[in-house]
């Protein structure tokens, strides 16, 4: 098993973002990031034994929305508050896109300001000034590029380190029997 993200992967996926259009790269790369979650939170779960899930699928279900994954994702212990304001962060610029589709463009002021402070959350380039200094510092859709392709791919890797839950056994009620203690717990045992 992998420890880590396939690197060549990651250009892969960049240098396909890097070709879209940038209400695009939004929404594709929206797109990829909520799969992941859904994937990163099926493996957590215990299995469903329909072949529909009424938690992620549906008009009413639990999880049918980008917003309540991430919510969801992070009651669950499977990402950090910071990560789920980042993922809220792009889901509010993915929002932008839907609203203005045809004039959407990264340099306007508040994707701008969002794709700044997914830069400053994650930091990469804050602690890379040498890289930086050789290459300067990347464009607003190089940059929003790079947070969801790590994303994507923590998300990924996160999936197959995730521990499988195990559907839980019979609570004692469906065992329990008047005639004898057995079956119960030794502490609703009669002492």
Known sequence: MQSGPDVDAVKRFE???????????????????????????????????????????GPNSAFGSLSSKIDGAYRMGLISSTFCRDLHVIRRIRNEVAHEPQSFRFEDPSPKNRIESLSNSH???????????????????????????????????EKERCPAQNTRSLEFGYRFTYDSDDGLPKSYQHT
Do not use: C, H
């Open 15 to 57: 240098k396909e973002l890097g070709d879209e259009s940038p209400r695009g790269v939004v929404l594709i790369g929206t797109a990829f990031l909520e799969e992941k979650l859904r994937e990163l939170m099926i493996a957590r779960l215990a299995p469903n034994p329909s072949s529909s899930d009424t938690l992620f699928d």
């Open 123 to 157: 930091g990469m380039y804050k602690r890379s000034p040498n890289w930086v200094e050789k290459n300067g510092v990347p464009s607003l859709k190089a940059q929003f590029i790079e947070a969801v392709s790590w994303m994507v791919f923590y998300l990924a890797a």
